[in-house]
Nanobody, 120 residues
Framework: QVQLVESGGGLVQPGGSLRLSCVAS????????MAWGRQAPGKERELVAA???????NYADSVKGRFTISRDAVKNTVSLQMNSLKPEDTAVYYC??????????????WGQGTLVTVSS
Protein backbone atom coordinates (compact mmCIF):
# COMPACT_ATOMS: atom_id res chain seq x y z
CA GLN A 1 0.00 0.00 0.00
CA VAL A 2 3.05 2.26 0.16
CA GLN A 3 5.07 2.71 -2.99
CA LEU A 4 8.26 4.59 -3.81
CA VAL A 5 9.16 5.62 -7.34
CA GLU A 6 12.55 7.08 -8.24
CA SER A 7 13.37 9.19 -11.26
CA GLY A 8 16.14 11.37 -12.64
CA GLY A 9 18.87 8.86 -13.36
CA GLY A 10 20.87 8.90 -16.55
CA LEU A 11 24.27 9.31 -18.13
CA VAL A 12 26.47 12.20 -17.06
CA GLN A 13 30.12 13.11 -17.56
CA PRO A 14 32.57 13.26 -14.65
CA GLY A 15 32.24 16.58 -12.87
CA GLY A 16 28.64 16.94 -13.96
CA SER A 17 25.45 17.11 -11.93
CA LEU A 18 22.25 15.16 -11.67
CA ARG A 19 19.16 15.43 -9.50
CA LEU A 20 17.25 12.36 -8.36
CA SER A 21 13.70 12.43 -7.05
CA CYS A 22 11.59 9.94 -5.15
CA VAL A 23 7.85 10.11 -4.65
CA ALA A 24 6.13 8.13 -1.92
CA SER A 25 2.48 7.28 -2.42
CA UNK A 26 -0.19 5.23 -0.71
CA UNK A 27 -1.86 5.31 2.68
CA UNK A 28 0.80 7.42 4.37
CA UNK A 29 0.17 9.48 7.45
CA UNK A 30 3.75 10.57 8.01
CA UNK A 31 7.24 10.00 6.66
CA UNK A 32 9.74 10.06 9.51
CA UNK A 33 12.87 9.10 7.61
CA MET A 34 13.92 9.07 4.00
CA ALA A 35 17.21 8.09 2.48
CA TRP A 36 19.11 7.23 -0.66
CA GLY A 37 21.16 4.10 -1.07
CA ARG A 38 23.13 2.86 -4.04
CA GLN A 39 24.49 -0.37 -5.40
CA ALA A 40 27.35 -0.48 -7.86
CA PRO A 41 27.97 -3.52 -10.07
CA GLY A 42 29.42 -6.37 -8.03
CA LYS A 43 29.14 -4.47 -4.76
CA GLU A 44 26.82 -4.38 -1.77
CA ARG A 45 24.19 -1.71 -1.38
CA GLU A 46 25.32 1.25 0.70
CA LEU A 47 23.52 4.21 2.24
CA VAL A 48 24.72 7.52 0.85
CA ALA A 49 22.36 10.11 2.34
CA ALA A 50 19.51 10.30 4.83
CA UNK A 51 17.15 12.89 6.23
CA UNK A 52 14.81 12.72 9.20
CA UNK A 53 11.39 14.26 9.58
CA UNK A 54 13.02 17.03 11.56
CA UNK A 55 15.45 17.83 8.77
CA UNK A 56 18.60 16.31 10.22
CA UNK A 57 20.86 14.92 7.49
CA ASN A 58 23.68 12.42 7.26
CA TYR A 59 25.97 11.55 4.38
CA ALA A 60 28.45 8.87 3.56
CA ASP A 61 32.01 10.16 3.64
CA SER A 62 32.38 9.47 -0.06
CA VAL A 63 29.68 11.98 -1.01
CA LYS A 64 30.03 14.69 1.63
CA GLY A 65 30.32 18.10 0.09
CA ARG A 66 29.03 16.85 -3.26
CA PHE A 67 25.55 15.46 -2.60
CA THR A 68 22.63 17.18 -0.90
CA ILE A 69 19.46 15.46 0.26
CA SER A 70 16.24 17.40 0.69
CA ARG A 71 12.58 16.69 1.32
CA ASP A 72 9.11 18.04 0.74
CA ALA A 73 6.85 16.78 3.52
CA VAL A 74 3.68 18.01 1.82
CA LYS A 75 4.37 16.17 -1.43
CA ASN A 76 6.02 13.16 0.26
CA THR A 77 9.10 13.47 -1.87
CA VAL A 78 12.83 13.34 -1.31
CA SER A 79 15.51 14.52 -3.70
CA LEU A 80 19.23 14.00 -4.06
CA GLN A 81 21.24 16.72 -5.75
CA MET A 82 24.45 15.18 -7.01
CA ASN A 83 27.30 17.49 -7.98
CA SER A 84 30.91 16.92 -9.00
CA LEU A 85 30.05 13.40 -10.00
CA LYS A 86 32.79 10.81 -10.24
CA PRO A 87 32.93 7.51 -12.14
CA GLU A 88 32.82 5.70 -8.80
CA ASP A 89 29.37 7.21 -8.21
CA THR A 90 28.02 4.96 -10.96
CA ALA A 91 25.33 2.77 -9.42
CA VAL A 92 21.65 2.07 -9.18
CA TYR A 93 20.26 4.54 -6.67
CA TYR A 94 17.40 3.45 -4.43
CA CYS A 95 15.01 5.49 -2.34
CA UNK A 96 14.15 4.37 1.19
CA UNK A 97 11.34 5.60 3.40
CA UNK A 98 10.17 4.87 6.92
CA UNK A 99 7.01 6.18 8.45
CA UNK A 100 3.52 5.65 9.73
CA UNK A 101 0.83 4.28 7.48
CA UNK A 102 -2.90 4.74 7.73
CA UNK A 103 -3.41 1.06 8.49
CA UNK A 104 0.00 0.13 9.84
CA UNK A 105 1.92 1.65 12.72
CA UNK A 106 5.33 1.60 11.05
CA UNK A 107 6.62 0.73 7.61
CA UNK A 108 9.81 0.68 5.63
CA UNK A 109 9.98 0.57 1.85
CA TRP A 110 12.56 0.63 -0.91
CA GLY A 111 11.96 1.81 -4.45
CA GLN A 112 12.98 -0.09 -7.56
CA GLY A 113 15.93 2.16 -8.29
CA THR A 114 17.19 4.49 -10.99
CA LEU A 115 20.50 4.04 -12.79
CA VAL A 116 23.17 6.72 -12.65
CA THR A 117 26.14 6.30 -14.97
CA VAL A 118 29.10 8.66 -14.71
CA SER A 119 31.40 8.20 -17.66
CA SER A 120 33.29 10.12 -20.30
Amino acid sequence: QVQLVESGGGLVQPGGSLRLSCVASGSILRLNFMAWGRQAPGKERELVAAITGGGSTNYADSVKGRFTISRDAVKNTVSLQMNSLKPEDTAVYYCNARGIGRDIANFERWGQGTLVTVSS
